[in-house]
Nanobody, 127 residues
Framework: QVQLVESGGGLVQTGASLRLSCAASGRIFSDYAMAWFRQAPGQEREFVAAIARSGGTTNYADSVKGRFTLSRDNAKMTVYLQMNSLKSEDTAVYYC????????????????????WGQGTQVTVSS
């Protein structure tokens, strides 16, 4: 089992940047593909970005492509979501998740694929 703790959220203005971090503990970090999801008030949780165990494969939701960058440092057991050019529609609670059943360079977007979740960090973008 792996424990995940997100940090880096906050209140920013439109066009600003934030970097979210997700620190893992408990197991071998490179055993897990990692992802970020988000949930806005009154809406379902949605996929944001995912990264393979190797760090060599990433995937992004169309809504964040070109603005967000996901990376991982397996030695530090941390994933980072760099969010640039933030928009009001990016306002949500952001959740880090870990998938233990994927191959070295593979990732999945489905919520149900992820086995472990953090508590979330709030991102609010004001116009």
């Amino acid at each position: 089992q792996v424990q995940l703790v997100e940090s880096g959220g906050g209140l920013v203005q439109t066009g600003a940047s934030l970097r979210l971090s997700c620190a893992a503990s408990g197991r071998i970090f490179s055993d897990y593909a990692m992802a970020w999801f988000r949930q806005a008030p009154g809406q379902e949780r949605e996929f944001v970005a995912a990264i393979a165990r190797s760090g060599g494969t990433t995937n992004y939701a169309d809504s964040v492509k070109g603005r967000f960058t996901l990376s991982r440092d397996n030695a530090k057991m941390t994933v980072y979501l760099q969010m640039n050019s933030l928009k009001s529609e990016d306002t949500a609670v952001y959740y880090c998740a870990a998938d233990r059943d994927m191959g070295w360079n593979l990732i999945r977007n489905e919520i149900a694929a992820y086995d472990f979740w953090g508590q979330g960090t709030q991102v609010t973008v004001s116009s």
